[in-house]
């Protein structure tokens, strides 16, 4: 017999599965749950964007691209970002169109990190940083963001965590799983802490369109900014696109045609269909973006006041398609609420702590679900807290 | 004005601190709104959308297309207006096209719909021909989808 933990790379053997698996298994087993777990939108993709990928296979446009994408795409998405966020890639050799914005993340921190390297990454946060900052050979720093600044990165929270094996700062703004986003200003402040060292920014900016008050802003934007920005961004969230797997990564020449070396070995090039699909999104979906947007903004309003209504405290996010709030006044960690909720009231949410240890006391709640899907989810909540309270739930 | 009506097209029973709310607007503000948006014979009812084959399976609901002589006075107005008289016509609507009034009707059997075609529309002078449809099944009625919901495909939970 084969010990394959003896055999198998002790990296990946030693690599924490995702902190949500154990309830996502009880969810799963329960028949007539109400999820409110997911991180993908609700939406079909726009009908245009499907249709061009049905005339793409009538075709049979079905082979290789050149490995950073589409010529044609590159420059759509270059122009996407001259009207965006005001800052120009050149699509000969400073975008790279990837398989979702996660393989974006890994390109990066392949190509940034020397082992021994500081990583710091802003938390709570999506999964994926800290485990691919291990394999590396870096070390993961959590900056912890806290509720009273509605989980805004402060320069002094930066400033405390650099030390001089500081290599790059994980910025994921509009965050998963906060929604919180960092304005102008707080953008400037980070800035500020940053210029003149030799750090590196990763903006993983994948919720940039669900922006709800005022126009998404990207740290690359800022002066003298950009050489040490590697933005992040993609079709998933903004277009409802992420079975189309389709991310993309843009930096300054030096930085994209090392993470292009792992692109060109690791994947080739990007799924053709999606990427011809993909242009028709950036020059024809604009408008789609934007009613998705209002639908969202919508139910982020119905949700904040909802629980705060509960008493469950729930700063007022302003990205993304997540609210976040405290459970703390139930005395439960936030995995004992998720389980006995769902258990009791078969309403799945996610405990904040999968998103980082500063994320105990608050649970995740997406609300890429129909306004009825949430009003019924709210009503269940609601009836639990009850029965927190009278005792009837222990 | 556009987000209250779609808000309202899709579940009228919305309250209106709800509404307000969703749309960042004071509960008076959502009042005023409905207001004038009822005044203006913009909103002319609220309903409630019954799914007729699940309230008395044996219910039938037919659409009779009608042929027409427009009448000198009143073109076809008061064919229009005596035809929606009925209880059971639900819906009376004047079209361009190859006929000139379309009706929905409902009734307990085919029977009693068929005998309501002959008897009452079929007799009227002015009505050329008439042609019945009966309704098989409703996929989506006022905007609204009365099948099953969809099945959600995506996972219980993803970070």
Excluded at chain 1, 135 to 163: H, Q, S
Excluded at chain 1, 320 to 333: E, K, N
């Amino acid at each position: 017999m084969i010990d394959y933990n003896k055999l198998l790379s002790p990296a990946i053997v030693n690599m924490k599965p995702s902190g949500i698996r154990k309830f996502f298994d009880i969810a799963q087993q329960l028949e007539g749950v109400i999820s409110l777990g997911v991180g993908e939108p609700d939406f079909k993709t726009p009908w245009v964007v499907r249709h061009e990928a049905i005339n793409v296979l009538e075709k049979g446009r079905t082979t290789y691209t050149a490995n950073a994408g589409l010529v044609e795409l590159r420059q759509e998405i270059s122009n996407y970002f001259d009207r965006r966020i005001g800052v120009h890639y050149d699509p000969k050799d400073e975008i790279i169109v990837t398989v979702g914005g996660s393989e974006g993340i890994d390109l990066c921190l392949r190509s940034v990190i020397t082992p021994g390297d500081e990583v710091l990454v802003v938390q709570p946060s999506f999964v994926c940083y800290s485990p691919i900052v291990t394999l590396c050979g870096g070390v993961a720093v959590p900056i912890e963001t806290k509720a009273e600044n509605e989980f805004r990165l402060t320069a002094e929270e930066l400033r405390e965590k650099i030390t001089e094996k500081t290599k790059l700062l994980v910025l994921p703004f509009p965050n998963n799983p906060t929604g919180a986003i960092m304005r102008k200003e707080d953008l400037e402040e980070i800035a500020e802490v940053l210029r003149g060292t030799d750090i590196f920014v990763l903006s993983d900016e994948i919720y940039s369109e669900l922006t709800y008050s005022g126009k998404h802003v990207s740290i690359a934007s800022l002066p003298d900014m950009r050489e040490r920005t590697i933005v992040i961004n993609g079709f998933s969230k903004a277009y409802a696109m992420t079975g189309w797997r389709l991310g993309i990564a843009a930096a300054p020449r030096e930085i994209i045609s090392q993470m292009l070396k792992l692109h060109q070995y690791a994947i080739m090039s990007s799924p053709t269909v999606s990427q011809f699909a993909a242009i028709t999104a950036l020059r024809e979906c604009d408008e789609d973006i934007a009613k998705m947007r209002d639908e969202y903004d919508m139910r982020r309003r119905y949700l904040v006041d909802a629980f705060n209504k509960l008493g469950l405290d729930c700063f007022t996010p302003r990205g993304a398609f997540y609210v976040f709030p405290c459970i703390r006044s139930t005395g439960l960690s936030s995995s004992d609420f998720c389980e006995k909720l769902v258990y009791s009231k078969k309403v799945a949410v996610v405990p904040g702590n999968a998103f980082g240890d500063c994320g105990e006391g608050f649970v995740r709640v997406s609300y890429a679900y129909s306004l009825n899907h949430l009003r019924e989810a709210v009503k269940r909540i609601g009836e639990f807290l009850e029965e927190l309270k009278n005792g009837s739930i222990v | 004005m556009e987000k209250l009506l779609k808000l309202l097209k899709n579940n009228a029973r919305l309250t209106n601190a709800e509404l307000a709310v969703m749309l960042g607007k004071t509960e008076a503000e959502v009042a005023a709104d409905i207001d004038k948006l009822e005044k203006d014979g913009i909103i002319t009812g609220y309903t409630a959308i019954v799914d007729e084959a699940v309230y008395d399976p044996n219910s039938v609901t037919a659409l009779i297309e009608l042929k027409v002589t427009p009448q000198s006075q009143s073109g076809y107005d008061d064919i229009a207006k005596s035809i929606a008289a009925y209880e059971q016509v639900e819906s009376v609507r004047l079209m361009s096209g190859a006929y000139d009034i379309l009706v929905s009707v409902t009734g307990t059997n085919i029977r009693e719909v068929s005998r309501f075609v002959a008897e009452n529309l079929a007799a009227i002078d002015a009505v050329q021909s008439t042609a019945t449809h009966f309704l098989l099944r409703s996929y989506k009625v006022n905007g609204i989808s009365v099948t099953a919901d969809e099945n959600d495909e995506r996972g219980l939970m993803f970070p």
